[in-house]
């Protein structure tokens, strides 16, 4: 059994930073890529940044040079720190994972997602 799971969402102010997490456990051999999305009340899930297991990062182009994403392979954990956020940026934020449960398999995972709220 493999989870993802978010945490560090929450209600903030315009302008305020945040940084959620995403852990992985569970019968891991190894994580590759990990990437956030998010959702918006109403709205389709669209991507918001991917980091490859060296390291390699891209991102939405409206959250470029405010969110950073990061990873700790020894923690099996990614970290997406936003800063000056905005209203536009309130969703559900989900984290997934690419999973190899051995040398041989591998899916990619889910996350339930963590609420952020930026109120203007």
């Known amino acids: 059994q493999v989870q993802l799971v978010e945490s560090g969402g929450g209600l903030v102010q315009a302008g305020d930073s945040l940084r959620v997490s995403c852990e992985a456990s569970?019968?891991?051999?190894?994580?590759?890529?990990m990437a956030w999305y998010r959702q918006a009340p109403g709205k389709q899930r669209t991507f918001v940044a991917s980091?490859?297991?060296?390291?390699?990062?891209n991102y939405l182009a409206s959250v470029k040079g405010r969110f950073t994403i990061s990873r700790d392979n020894a923690k099996n954990t990614m970290y997406l720190q936003m800063n000056n956020l905005n209203p536009e940026d309130t969703a559900v934020y989900y984290c997934?994972?690419?999973?190899?449960?051995?040398?041989?398999?591998?899916?990619?995972?889910w996350g339930q997602g963590t609420q952020v709220t930026v109120s203007s």
């Open positions: 569970g019968s891991i051999f190894r994580v590759d890529g």
């Open positions: 980091i490859s297991r060296a390291g390699s990062t």
């Open positions: 997934t994972a690419d999973i190899h449960t051995s040398q041989w398999s591998s899916d990619r995972y």
